[in-house]
């Protein structure tokens, strides 16, 4: 960690608060973040185990190694794996192809990985084409722009991800944000903004907008919740929008199939013009994808950024990625990917159910395998990371900038990977670190009766 120091005749190159607050706040607290690991993230992970001999200025390693019960990374197929087919798979690609196809898709760069790939994607989620990307990031931030342009309306969640945000800043296009999940607010900026169209027109003319986007997260990593979408479906119908949705904590996670939320409620895959999603969570590889109508992928094939312009997916990151859709799609002639599906849903409902009777408060659809626990202040995010280290549990503590100031949180990601048993230790030590901290802010009635793990 630097402290800045200004040039001479140069503005401050970081923002004051930014360095005020990462000197001073931050950096003493900095033991709960950014902890190297040394295994794949499953449902353990090894940490290396550090200290900081100056209040979190410098690290140094102590050369253990620390083995934790993962609770904080998205693995929640449980397919963040270094053995087992999906993992083989990906080093035979390597030995035919190498670790990077050297050039972009439109060049030389798309490969039969590629090709089967996208095809297998297109038949799993039910769609007519689909297309991939190196990067779930650059999937929203240069796929949005293509799309969308100048003279268009995006209404947005207010807590979609960063990469969708920076997408639409560079489109030109007029932006609104609507309160999260909150289909109300989202039909008035709907009804208002085609009342009044686009804005400083000549004379106060009346110039429709271009086209409409909707934009939204299928299942929001923050807050646990699960996107209203048969209504907004309704409404990007009712309002001849365009609805963009992004899946990247979705996908595999829920839905009977795990094709994401228009699987968890039934909707038409044809409803939903813009299909978005990443590998990076329940496949265990990197990248991302879009998926939709014939002409919507071919349009991107060729005037897609982040196909046009960036490097192809390198082949054994498809290669896993193909490995997991066959297991998902049974095409590996087993019931495998049927009950990680299963598995995650009962992890799940079990962990939230347990930690209702606890008293702390989680937030979130029932079904949400992102499971943020409330702690409110920053002090509490610490005590609470810190013990549940010490007590070989990891989680991620989420405070300002990510959340407003007072609405610290501790987020545990569930996977079909833990066993019961992990579970119920974390919900233990979970309950001692509640009573410590004081974290049982919930009033609602507790259920006293035992949850069952196998009725769920
Ligand atoms: C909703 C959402 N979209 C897109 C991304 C970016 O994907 P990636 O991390 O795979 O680059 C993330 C990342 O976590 C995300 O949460």
Not at 68 to 92: D, K, R
Not at 133 to 159: H, Q, R, W
């Amino acid at each position: 960690m630097t402290i800045e120091k200004n040039r001479e005749g140069y503005p401050t190159l970081l923002d004051k608060f930014a360095a005020f607050y990462s000197r001073y706040v931050y950096r003493r607290i900095r033991d709960c973040w950014n902890y190297p690991i040394c295994s794949v993230p499953g449902k353990d992970v090894v940490l290396k185990e550090r200290y900081t001999p100056d209040n979190g200025w410098t690290f140094k390693y102590t050369g253990k190694e620390v083995k934790c019960i993962n609770l904080a990374s998205y693995n929640y197929l449980g397919f963040a794996e270094s053995t087992g087919p999906c993992a083989e798979f990906a080093i035979e690609s390597i030995y035919k192809y190498g670790v990077s196809n050297g050039a972009t898709r439109i060049q030389y760069g798309t490969c039969e990985m590629h090709k089967e790939l996208e095809s297998l994607l297109t038949e799993f989620l039910g769609v007519e084409d689909a297309i991939t990307f190196g990067m779930g990031y650059a999937t929203n931030s240069l796929n949005i722009p293509t799309l969308i342009g100048p003279g268009c309306l995006v209404i947005s969640d207010e807590k979609n991800h960063a990469s969708i945000i920076v997408g639409i800043r560079v489109t030109g296009a007029v932006i609104k944000v609507f309160k999260h999940n909150n289909v109300k607010h989202l039909e008035e900026l709907l009804q208002e903004n085609i009342i009044s169209g686009q804005p400083n027109q000549p004379d106060g003319q009346y110039k429709p907008w271009r086209k409409i986007f909707i934009i939204v997260e299928g299942v929001y990593s923050m807050e646990g919740s699960v996107v209203r979408l048969p209504e907004i479906i309704a409404l990007k119908k009712k309002y001849k929008a365009y609805l963009y949705l992004d899946e990247a904590h979705c996908i595999g996670a829920m839905g009977r199939h795990g094709k994401g939320v228009i699987d968890y409620f039934d909707c038409d895959p044809k409803d939903v013009d813009i299909q978005m999603g990443t590998f990076t969570k329940s496949f265990g590889s990197a990248g991302g994808y879009i998926a939709g109508s014939k002409d919507l992928i071919s349009y991107l094939r060729e005037h897609s950024y982040a196909s046009c312009h960036a490097w192809a997916m390198p082949p054994p990151v498809a290669a896993q990625i193909i490995a997991v859709l066959k297991i998902l799609m049974g095409r590996d002639g087993t019931e495998e990917g049927r009950k990680r599906i299963d598995a995650l849903a009962r992890n799940t409902r079990y962990f939230r159910r347990r930690l209702r009777q606890i008293g702390v408060i989680i937030h979130g659809n029932d079904d949400s395998p992102v499971v943020p626990i409330l702690v409110y202040l920053y002090s509490k995010i610490v005590i609470t990371v810190r013990t549940l280290i010490e007590n070989k549990i990891v989680t991620v503590g989420v405070g300002y900038p990510a959340t407003p100031l007072y609405e610290g949180r501790i987020r545990i990601c569930l996977s079909a990977a833990h066993t019961k048993e992990q579970l119920d230790y974390a919900l233990e030590v979970i309950e001692k670190v509640a009573d410590e901290a004081g974290l049982k802010h919930s009033r609602r009635p507790r259920d006293p009766r035992p949850v069952e793990y196998d009725d769920i």
